[in-house]
Structures are given as C-alpha cells and as structure tokens.
C-alpha cells in the first residue's frame, strides 16, 4: 500500500512539473506607428488593487488587441521581484521610497513620474456614532483609536498628520497595514483610524471617512514607471498615456486619488 | 463510529505482523476523566468558534458567481495542481531525506535536520528572499540554470511548486524522523538476518511500519503548501492564470471586496475538507 502510494504521487510529481513547464509564451513587441498589442504586465502596489483593475478594464476597451495582466504585492515586495528578474513593463509604487529603490537598482526604464496622490482621511463607523471631528478628537478618554505601525508609510504619515495637529499619539491598536484598521473599525473593535481616503472609499458601506484639513493631511505620491527589458514597451508606454488621460485620472478619482 | 474494536481483528491476522498497519488502539471503555474532556472541548472551541464565524457571516450569494469566475477557477486550479506537486515532491524528497539523517552516520546529520527544518520557522517572506537568491535569475544556482539553458524557475508555475515545496517539506522531514527514531530496529535486523539488502529492507519492512506517519507527513505536507502565501508571492511573483493561487487570490480580493476574499476562503476550506475526508476514507477506513 505504502509502495504504491509512493509511486502514484512520484508520478504525480513528474506529470506536475511537466504540466507547469509548459508556460506561456512572450507576446511580440509591435513596430511603432501600429496599434499596440499583446500583453502588458503591470506590478503594482495593492493598495491600487480596485482602482487599477477598473483602469485595466477600460484600457483593454479602448485597445482591443492589448491583455492588461497584474501583479499586485506590496510595494517592497515588488522591489524585490523586480530586482530578481520579474517579468514586468511597469511599475506603480505607493511611496517614493521603493520607487527610489527600484530606480537604485537600475531595474527601471527612464524616469518615474506621479500619476496620483493619496490623502489620510480618519475612518470611523458609519454614521459617526463618536461624533468625531478631527484629529484632536481622537486623544479623547475611553476612545480606541487604531493606526498603523510607524515602519509602513501609512503609519509613518499619520504620526506626520498628529503631530501638525499638535495631538499626541491615541491609545490603541497598531496595525501592519491599512486594511486592517479599516476591518477593525467596521468590526466595531476600534472606535477610530487613520488611513487613506482610497481605503474608507474601498472599505463599503459599513465606515464614513471624517476629512483631515489640508494643513494637518500629509499627501502621498504614488509614482509609475517603465521597467527595463519589458517585453512589451510600446502597449506599456500607452497604458502610461491611458492613466493620466482624463479617462484614466476618472476612475482614480472615483476611488478617491487625488490627481498627481 | 462502533466499528473501530472489531477492525483490530478479523482479515489482518492472516498478514505478516511487520506489513501490517499497527492494531488499532481500543476505545476508551470507561468514564473519561473530567479534566482532559473539558481541555478537550476548550480546544475544539478555538477550531470551531472560526469555522462557524465563516460559515455564518459569509455571503453565500456570492458564492455562485465567484465560482464560475474565471479568475476563481484558474486560482483554484492552480492551487490543486500546485500542492499537489509539492507534496508529490515531499514525499519522493522528504522520506530519504529523513532516512538518511535518522539511519546514516553521514558527518553533519545535524546540522542537516537543523537546515531542512529551517523554513518552519523562517517567515515565510524572508524564504521567498532566500529562493531568489538561490534559483532567482540573479540567484547563486539560478543564474547558472539560466545562463546554461534559458531555465527560468522564479516567477512561474514550477516556482510556485518550489516554494511550496520549500515550506512543506519540513513537516514530512519531522514526522518521518519521529517515526523512523520509534520503529522497532529489531524488525530491520531480522529482515537482514534473512539475506534482504537495503532498498528491500527499507521498501518492504521500514516503509510499511511508518506508513502512519507517512501519511500525517503528507497530509501535513499538502495542507501547508495549500494555504502557503508568503513564499509564493516573493519567489512567484501573483500573476493571475500562472502563479497566482488561491491563497494570492483571497490577497487580491481583500483589497476589493472582502465579502468575496471570505467566499474564496471558504472554497479552499471546503475544498480541503472534502479531499481530507475523502483520502481518510481511502487510507484509514470508516471510522
């Protein structure tokens, strides 16, 4: 019994790994002057996760020939991917940072430029049952505020915003990522966050965004860029032109980007 | 539920004692003692309380819908054929890689259980780095691989295999050791005592007496590369239809609609759960 088992799943292994060889091919690169097509393979940061999808919808409607395929991980993540031989023509961070750090390691075709901004916004339960103004509301006693941890951008920013503020830093739960402060908020484990406008946007119908004023916000650029040895440069170049078109910047709007 | 006393007897006395499976231990024929039912039923409650929370707040009328999205599917797909490789390749790999730390006196056993038993508790992230830089297209193997014959393991599917692989393997090494560590070295003896060379006595005698552990391992094994995220998406990259597995796809989902991520999970679970019960049928019998 145990022999055959063995031999079922070795030949399991052989039929897998043959099965997983047989990859996908690399779309040809069009001469200029023609219609782009083939395949273009954006990484970008999942915080651009819906957004990026819908813009993907819309560019593959406007360019029938073209496949808008995604590969979405944090933007660190990416770096490495990137660094290590992904395939990809363009990147899209979530900070200047990991931009910069892709730029360093010489993965990246020309410049980056800012295609969006990102602003924080406090998250609260819909229909502010604390009746939360601003950021001073937030040191308010019996309150549990959730933000991020200072080593993410996110978090980074909102002890940027609290300190403009002049507020101290609220008691509470501290969090890797933003989508874990806006669950905990529609979950009712924490009374108040601080996140991106994009997230409460993404975050349904069970949370309400409280604005942050210009002078206390700290406004985040998300930079886009070609990727060296991508396969398919000239559909990339034109998925660069779609986003910041007025088609483009629309759909980031909707989901609460700021134009760059 | 009944039955289990009398399978202990019947057709596998007519079997050698060392082929066959260890007797089945009896049911516990008394009062059991209060303590160990009430930590009992505390532990059931941690694996219960989560399992009904999903079952309860998920949003079943989505469910139809992500089913035949193609996007779902290929995740799914890739997720079966993936987990299943890798566990192929635990088995083929892990058990003599077992064999040889626990039956050789090869220099630096040691420090080989110690390496192979590494990925359990390295995050699975900084394994996705490591891979990279062995079988990346930079990597200290995979450059080689790449140069000679235009191989690329990072970012495909069989990178997905690898990684998996790589987390999963572990858990088939430790249990094999424990298993190999408790056999009854006697029954090996004898077996040579009878003239049987080393494969045989491995194949027809050791085999057989840890098939039990050989099937935790594997089980263990599967379940581990099917819900493995971290290495994936480092080594593999989340490119949907080529590496982007069930668990990338939950990922992608909760960043758009996390009603969805819940339903996804509850495909992989329920998917799971009816391969477990279906191959503890095949291996173990009703019980």
């Known amino acids: 019994m145990a022999g055959r088992t063995l031999t079922l799943v070795g030949i399991g292994a052989i039929v897998g790994l043959a099965l997983a060889g047989c990859g996908s091919g690399t779309p040809k690169a069009d001469k200029s002057g023609q219609a782009v097509t083939g395949t273009v393979t954006v990484s970008a940061a999942a915080s651009l996760t819906?957004?990026?999808?819908?813009?993907?919808?819309?560019?593959?409607?406007?360019?029938?020939?073209?496949?808008?395929?995604?590969?979405?991980a944090g933007s660190s993540t990416l770096v490495t991917q990137l660094t290590n031989g992904a395939p990809a023509d363009i990147f899209a961070s979530a900070d200047e940072a990991n931009m910069d750090k892709a730029e360093k390691a010489g993965v990246l075709d020309g410049k980056s430029q800012d295609f969006a901004r990102n602003r924080l916004a406090i998250v609260v339960a819909a229909g502010n049952p604390k009746a939360i103004t601003g950021l001073k509301d937030l040191v308010r006693p019996g309150l549990v505020v959730s933000i991020c941890v200072p080593d993410v951008p996110a978090g980074r920013y909102a002890r940027q915003a609290l300190t403009k503020a002049a507020v101290a830093v609220p008691q509470?739960?501290?969090e890797l990522d933003v989508k874990s402060v806006v669950s905990r908020v529609s979950l009712g484990q924490a009374d108040a966050g601080i996140v991106y406008t994009t997230d409460v946007q993404d975050g349904g119908a069970k949370v309400a965004a409280v604005t942050i004023p210009d002078d206390q916000n700290v406004i985040a650029n998300y930079p886009i860029s070609l990727v060296k040895h991508g396969s398919n440069p000239s559909a990339a170049k034109e998925f660069l032109a779609f986003l910041v078109s007025q088609q483009g910047q629309a759909i980031l709007a909707r989901h609460g980007f700021l134009g760059p | 539920m009944t039955t289990g006393l009398s399978q202990g007897v019947g057709p596998t006395v007519a079997a050698p004692a060392w082929s066959a499976p260890p007797p089945r231990a009896a049911r516990w024929s008394g009062r059991p003692p209060l303590l160990l039912v009430v930590l009992a039923t505390v532990g059931a409650g941690l694996f219960v309380f989560p399992l009904a929370g999903l079952l309860v707040k998920a949003p079943w009328e989505q469910l139809p819908a992500l089913l035949v999205a193609p996007e779902a599917r290929d995740?799914?797909?890739?997720s079966l054929l993936c987990s299943l490789s890798a566990t192929a390749l635990c088995v083929l790999l892990g058990v003599p890689l077992a064999w040889v730390q626990q039956r050789t006196r090869l220099p630096g056993r040691g420090l080989l259980r110690a390496i192979t038993t590494l990925p359990v508790v390295l995050p699975p992230v900084a394994g996705g780095v490591a891979l990279l830089y062995a079988f990346g297209s930079r990597g200290i193997f995979g450059w080689v691989l790449n140069r000679d014959t235009g191989i690329q393991l990072a970012f495909t599917t069989t990178g997905v295999i690898i990684a998996e692989t790589f987390v999963a393997m572990p858990f088939m090494v430790i249990?094999?050791?424990g298993a190999l560590q408790s056999v009854d070295r006697r029954l090996e003896e004898a077996a040579r005592t009878f003239g049987a060379n080393r494969?045989?006595?491995f194949w027809r005698v050791t085999l057989p007496l840890i098939r039990p552990s050989l099937i935790a391992g594997t089980v263990l094994s599967w379940a581990r590369a099917l819900g493995e995220f971290g290495a994936t998406i480092t080594f593999a990259g989340n490119y949907p239809g080529k590496t982007q597995t069930m668990p990338l796809a939950v990922y992608v989902?909760?960043?758009?609609?996390?009603?969805?991520?819940?339903?996804?999970?509850?495909?992989?679970?329920?998917?799971?759960?009816?391969?477990?019960?279906?191959?503890?049928?095949q291996w173990f019998g009703p019980t």
Request: hydrophobic residues 55%; glycine residues 8%.
């Open chain 1, 50 to 72: 819906a957004a990026f999808q819908e813009v993907g919808k819309a560019f593959e409607d406007a360019h029938h020939a073209v496949t808008v395929k995604f590969n979405f």
């Open chain 1, 172 to 174: 509470g739960s501290q």
């Open chain 2, 75 to 78: 995740a799914l797909g890739l």
């Open chain 2, 175 to 177: 249990t094999i050791s």
């Open chain 2, 199 to 201: 494969w045989t006595i």
């Open chain 2, 253 to 281: 989902a909760l960043e758009t609609n996390p009603d969805a991520a819940v339903a996804l999970s509850l495909i992989l679970v329920a998917v799971s759960l009816g391969i477990l019960t279906g191959l503890r049928r």
